[in-house]
């Protein structure tokens, strides 16, 4: 089958995506191919998600979607339609500078290039919004989801005990 042919042009062709983006209606236009980490980054000019691998491996892609902890690189754009989105720059609340879950990565030194933060706060996000008093087991085996190559992961695992401690939230709301 030649790139002409008209069964290759209209799979390539180009998808209108609505989905809520951080509490926002938004509207992308993109090809069925692109994952919702390019989406992010290119048709919304959220770039807090990161990429990496592109294979899962990493974590740094990592959004919520539907309240759910998901790697935004294997998921294709497509399959988010309708969807609600949360990416790390819909953490905080208007009011505050940073959630309290950044905040405590900030106090306990728990980044240095910052590459892969983005990434880990939404996965701890996920992981308190659900519930209080996550043991260490539970933190570091989801801490050890995500690379890292810059902090030896100790503060990382600091910072969601403290997050745990000081996040006042009701559980089973995954928002702010
Ligand atoms: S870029 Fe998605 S898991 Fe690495
Ligand atoms: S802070 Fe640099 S990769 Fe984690």
């Given at each position: 089958?030649?790139?002409?042919?008209?069964?290759?042009?209209?799979?390539?062709?180009?998808?209108?995506?609505?989905?809520?983006?951080?509490?926002?209606?938004?509207?992308?236009?993109?090809?069925?191919?692109?994952?919702?980490?390019?989406?992010?980054?290119?048709?919304?000019?959220?770039?807090?998600?990161?990429?990496?691998?592109?294979?899962?491996?990493?974590?740094?892609?990592?959004?919520e979607v539907d309240g759910e902890a998901v790697r935004a690189c294997l998921l294709l754009?497509?399959?988010?339609?309708?969807?609600?989105?949360?990416?790390?720059?819909?953490?905080?609340?208007?009011?505050?500078?940073?959630?309290?879950?950044?905040?405590?990565?900030?106090?306990?030194?728990?980044?240095?290039?910052?590459?892969?933060?983005?990434?880990?706060?939404?996965?701890?996000?996920?992981?308190?919004?659900?519930?209080?008093?996550?043991?260490?087991?539970?933190?570091?085996?989801?801490?050890?989801?995500?690379?890292?190559?810059?902090?030896?992961?100790?503060?990382?695992?600091?910072?969601?005990?403290?997050?745990?401690?000081?996040?006042?939230?009701?559980?089973?709301?995954?928002?702010?």
């Amino acid at each position: 089958m030649s790139p002409d042919d008209p069964l290759v042009r209209r799979a390539a062709d180009p998808i209108t995506v609505a989905l809520t983006v951080n509490d926002r209606p938004s509207r992308m236009t993109v090809e069925p191919r692109t994952s919702l980490a390019d989406a992010l980054r290119d048709e919304l000019g959220l770039t807090g998600t990161h990429v990496a691998c592109e294979q899962g491996v990493c974590g740094a892609c990592t959004v919520e979607v539907d309240g759910e902890a998901v790697r935004a690189c294997l998921l294709l754009a497509v399959q988010a339609d309708g969807t609600e989105v949360r990416t790390v720059e819909g953490l905080a609340a208007p009011d505050e500078p940073l959630h309290p879950i950044q905040q405590a990565f900030t106090d306990h030194h728990a980044l240095q290039c910052g590459f892969c933060t983005p990434g880990l706060v939404m996965t701890v996000h996920h992981l308190l919004a659900e519930r209080h008093g996550v043991d260490d087991g539970e933190i570091r085996t989801v801490v050890s989801g995500h690379l890292c190559r810059c902090t030896g992961y100790q503060g990382i695992v600091d910072a969601v005990r403290h997050a745990d401690r000081t996040w006042d939230r009701p559980i089973g709301d995954g928002s702010g």
